[in-house]
């Protein structure tokens, strides 16, 4: 059973940090593209972090500088280090996965979602 779940959500102060993560199971993703994406309601689902088979990153320019994307092979699990947390980071966060070694450039070609983490930041 191919299985993404994603932890590490919760309620934090603006500026304060959270690490989410994102276990991955049934396929070995965590060696090829996986991803984290938000999504409010009303707003489009959003691109926040992704990392490739080479270990390229690319960030959303509203969370650049802030968060990192990074993974543990030997434990399947992609994390999302969140930094200088803002009221707008406030939504569901999902991991996302892809069996290619680059990046898929649309959503919909993601083969594997999480169900979710909540991120709630206040002012």
């Known amino acids: 059973q191919v299985q993404l779940v994603e932890s590490g959500g919760g309620s934090v102060q603006a500026g304060g940090s959270l690490r989410l993560s994102c276990a991955a199971s049934g396929y070995p993703y965590i060696r090829y593209c996986m991803a984290w994406f938000r999504q409010a309601p009303g707003k489009e689902r959003e691109r926040v972090a992704s990392i490739d088979s080479i270990d390229f990153r690319r960030y959303a320019d509203s969370v650049k500088g802030r968060f990192t994307i990074s993974r543990d092979t030997a434990k399947s699990t992609l994390y999302l280090e969140m930094n200088g947390l803002k009221a707008e980071d406030t939504t569901m966060y999902y991991c996302?996965?892809?069996?290619?070694?680059?990046?898929?450039?649309?959503?919909?070609?993601?083969?594997?979602w999480g169900r979710g983490t909540q991120v709630t930041v206040s002012s």
């Open positions: 996302a996965a892809d069996g290619l070694r680059r990046c898929p450039t649309s959503e919909s070609d993601f083969e594997s």
